[in-house]
C-alpha cells in the first residue's frame, strides 16, 4: 500500500463514474445498515445522475495503482462550498485517505466557508469532520430514527 505522501487527489471526470458509482456504494453499504435504510440516495444513484454531476460539478479522488479508492464532490454558492459524497473504499478506510480528501477539496474550493453533513450514528464521519475543524450547526430529522447532523468551517 502506497505512504501517506502518495494520498494526492486528482480530478475525476465522467469517464470514471462507474468505477466512482461502485466505490460510492460500496462505501455507503455499512451507513445503510447502520440506518436500516437500503434507499439511501448513495445506494440509489443511478450512472446517468452521477455522469451528469461529474459533468458540471469537481469531484477528486485517490487512486492506488489503477484502482479508486476514495472520492469527494462538492458544490460551490458563492463563497461557500458544499462538501458531499466524501467516500473512501471500505477496506482502506482509517488510513488518511478521507483526510486527504477533505483538504484538498477545501483548497481546490477556494471558498471561504465550508459546509456538509453526516446522519447522527457515524460517529467516524463526525469524528473526521471535527477534528478537520468542523463545528456542529443543527441537526435535522430526515425521517424518524434518522437525523442528519450539519456542520460548517470557517477557516482562519
Request: proline share 6%; net charge negative; no cysteine.
Given at each position: 500500500?502506497?505512504?501517506r505522501?502518495?494520498?494526492t487527489?486528482k480530478?475525476?471526470?465522467?469517464?470514471?463514474a462507474g468505477e466512482?458509482?461502485t466505490?460510492?456504494?460500496?462505501?455507503?453499504?455499512s451507513?445503510?445498515?447502520?440506518?436500516?435504510?437500503?434507499f439511501?440516495?448513495a445506494?440509489?444513484?443511478t450512472?446517468?445522475?452521477?455522469r451528469?454531476?461529474?459533468?458540471?460539478?469537481?469531484?477528486?479522488g485517490?487512486?492506488f495503482g489503477?484502482?479508486?479508492?476514495?472520492a469527494v464532490?462538492?458544490?460551490?454558492?458563492g463563497?461557500?462550498?458544499?462538501i458531499?459524497?466524501l467516500?473512501?473504499?471500505?477496506d482502506?478506510?482509517?488510513?488518511?485517505?478521507g483526510t486527504?480528501?477533505?483538504?484538498?477539496a477545501?483548497?481546490?474550493s477556494?471558498a471561504?466557508r465550508?459546509e456538509?453533513?453526516t446522519g447522527?450514528l457515524s460517529?467516524?464521519?463526525l469524528?473526521?469532520?471535527?477534528?478537520?475543524?468542523?463545528r456542529?450547526?443543527?441537526r435535522?430529522?430526515?425521517?424518524?430514527?434518522?437525523?442528519?447532523?450539519y456542520?460548517?468551517k470557517v477557516?482562519?
Amino acid at each position: 500500500m502506497p505512504e501517506r505522501d502518495d494520498l494526492t487527489p486528482k480530478p475525476l471526470t465522467s469517464e470514471r463514474a462507474g468505477e466512482l458509482l461502485t466505490l460510492q456504494r460500496a462505501a455507503y453499504a455499512s451507513e445503510a445498515q447502520l440506518y436500516r435504510d437500503p434507499f439511501l440516495p448513495a445506494l440509489t444513484q443511478t450512472l446517468d445522475d452521477l455522469r451528469a454531476e461529474l459533468d458540471t460539478g469537481p469531484a477528486l479522488g485517490v487512486e492506488f495503482g489503477a484502482r479508486l479508492v476514495g472520492a469527494v464532490r462538492w458544490t460551490l454558492d458563492g463563497g461557500v462550498a458544499r462538501i458531499g459524497r466524501l467516500v473512501v473504499a471500505p477496506d482502506l478506510q482509517g488510513r488518511g485517505i478521507g483526510t486527504a480528501l477533505l483538504r484538498s477539496a477545501e483548497l481546490a474550493s477556494g471558498a471561504e466557508r465550508f459546509e456538509l453533513f453526516t446522519g447522527h450514528l457515524s460517529e467516524a464521519n463526525l469524528r473526521l469532520y471535527e477534528r478537520e475543524g468542523y463545528r456542529r450547526t443543527r441537526r435535522v430529522e430526515l425521517h424518524p430514527g434518522v437525523e442528519l447532523v450539519y456542520l460548517a468551517k470557517v477557516p482562519g
